[in-house]
T-cell receptor, first 114, second 111 residues
Framework: EAQVTQNPRYLITVTGKKLTVTCSQNMNHEYMSWYRQDPGLGLRQIYYSMNVEVTDKGDVPEGYKVSRKEKRNFPLILESPSPNQTSLYFC???WGGGSAYGYTFGSGTRLTVV | SQKIEQNSEALNIQEGKTATLTCNYTNYSPAYLQWYRQDPGRGPVFLLLIRENEKEKRKERLKVTFDTTLKQSLFHITASQPADSATYLCALVKRDDKIIFGKGTRLHILP
């Protein structure tokens, strides 16, 4: 089944403890992206990647890192999480740069930083 | 400033009727506009895409229109069913391939 897989689904962590949210897609998509979704703010792009070893900042990149060493994987790293990063996170992938093709989203990771 | 706006109020529609959702934008020249469905706690699911030179697109019970003069897209669900209840997001794709999501409209189909 074509899908984007995120792990974990739920995560509670403490301020300052480094964490990684994994994202993997099995559709050979070139484009991958991370979003956070907060009530009243909608989906906001954190980082995106047009291809392997190519990443770029989205609208809200502060406090996050990403890497794209393989086409299928695009992990999101929070080096020192803070409570304002408590949110619902989505990974998405697409054939192109989100232009002529719809995104396939993962099921989401609900992160709570205490 | 650039904005993409969807009805923030929930929309209640009687089962069997046509639901119409609105997406308005300002100060953009979009290349494409996409519509997604999102269920609570789940990722958005892509439904339809319409290009700037297309007036209308259909897929089963769904219809999307795109009016670049009015800067508006309408999303219609005909013969609506309770299973259509969800939040619907429009997403505007700019010419630089950047994509901007609206905040979504919650749709409730009442049995």
């Amino acid at each position: 089944e074509a899908q984007v897989t995120q792990n974990p689904r739920y995560l509670i962590t403490v301020t300052g403890k480094k964490l990684t949210v994994t994202c993997s897609q099995n559709m050979n998509h070139e484009y991958m992206s991370w979003y956070r979704q907060d009530p009243g703010l909608g989906l906001r792009q954190i980082y995106y990647s047009m291809n392997v070893e190519v990443t770029d900042k989205g609208d809200v990149p502060e406090g996050y890192k990403v890497s794209r060493k393989e086409k299928r994987n695009f992990p999101l790293i929070l080096e020192s999480p803070s409570p304002n990063q408590t949110s619902l996170y989505f990974c998405a992938s697409s054939w192109g740069g989100g232009s002529a093709y719809g995104y396939t989203f993962g099921s989401g990771t609900r992160l709570t930083v205490v | 400033s650039q904005k993409i706006e969807q009805n923030s109020e929930a929309l209640n529609i009687q089962e069997g009727k046509t639901a119409t959702l609105t997406c308005n934008y300002t100060n953009y020249s979009p290349a494409y506009l996409q519509w997604y469905r999102q269920d609570p706690g789940r990722g958005p699911v892509f439904l339809l895409l319409i290009r700037e030179n297309e007036k209308e697109k259909r897929k089963e019970r769904l219809k999307v229109t795109f009016d670049t003069t009015l800067k508006q897209s309408l999303f219609h669900i005909t013969a609506s069913q309770p299973a259509d209840s969800a939040t619907y997001l429009c997403a505007l794709v700019k010419r630089d391939d950047k994509i901007i999501f609206g905040k979504g409209t919650r749709l409730h189909i009442l049995p």
